[in-house]
């Protein structure tokens, strides 16, 4: 996992603020501690560049209303009128090596919890995106995306498409659904104890991100799965 978020932070490249594409991003990533999800492939592509931000955190901390994002930075852009290369080039890596610091002592945690709310996790993506207000957004999930809440056990639920949407009518009747309007979503890890369980859990997802007006495609959900921007 550090390798992985590392790939993530470090995909910045020092220097090329002046060059940035216009478009920025923010990238929520959660991280499954349960201790039943496989391991994880890193993504395909570095993703975070100037002007954008990346946020990560455990989804035990998240589902336990703790909201807790160790990882939580905006890379700001170069200026042509401000910035001088050398001192930039200083920042940047003075940050990324304190972000990396900070992956380290997250990814150290491997006690897991005795619930893993997914849900919940993912609710808190809303209020991530908000804040940012970039162009675009993207949610990575390394998880083995099984709901094992007070709410809800995917281990024991019967998924049938009647019961997916019971599920997700219930939670838009609570107010649990997440305005993920045109956010891009990745799952890696995906896992299940037989295949049928494991389409089921996939067939939830589906309709639930849909349900947030997120967009899934189901080549990015699984592992590994293909992170291009």
């Known amino acids: ?23 920025t991003k923010t990238v929520f990533v ?47 852009k170069m200026s042509l009128w401000k910035d001088k290369q050398k001192n930039f080039d200083r920042e940047v890596k003075s940050k990324k090596e304190e972000m990396l610091k900070t992956a380290d002592d997250l990814l150290k945690d491997t006690q897991g919890s ?18 940012y207000g970039k162009d675009k957004n993207v949610l990575v999930v390394f998880s083995d995306m099984i709901e094992e809440s007070p709410y809800y056990n995917f281990q024991k639920e019967n998924l049938t498409p009647k ?17 993920l309007k045109g956010i891009k979503v990745y799952v890696s890890g995906a896992s299940a104890s037989t295949s049928q369980k494991m389409f089921e859990i996939q067939n939830f997802w589906m309709e639930y991100f849909k349900e947030c007006g997120a967009e899934l495609k189901k ?6 799965f293909s992170f291009k921007e």
């Open 114 to 131: 005795r619930s893993t709310e997914v849900m919940s996790a993912i609710y808190a993506a809303e209020g991530v995106f908000k804040k």
């Open 163 to 179: 019961r997916i949407h019971q599920i997700i009518d219930s939670e838009k009747s609570k107010k649990r659904i997440p305005d």
């Open 219 to 224: 080549e990015n959900y699984g592992d590994p």
């Open 30 to 76: 959660l991280f499954d501690v349960s201790g039943t999800d496989p391991e994880r492939k890193e993504p395909d592509d570095h993703v975070i560049k100037p002007g954008d931000a990346i946020v990560a955190g455990l989804i035990k901390d998240v589902s336990l209303g703790k909201a807790s994002f160790p990882i939580n930075e905006e890379f700001r």
């Open 1 to 23: 996992m550090r390798t992985l978020l590392a790939l993530l932070i470090f995909g910045y490249i020092a220097g090329t603020g002046i060059a940035a594409a216009a478009e």
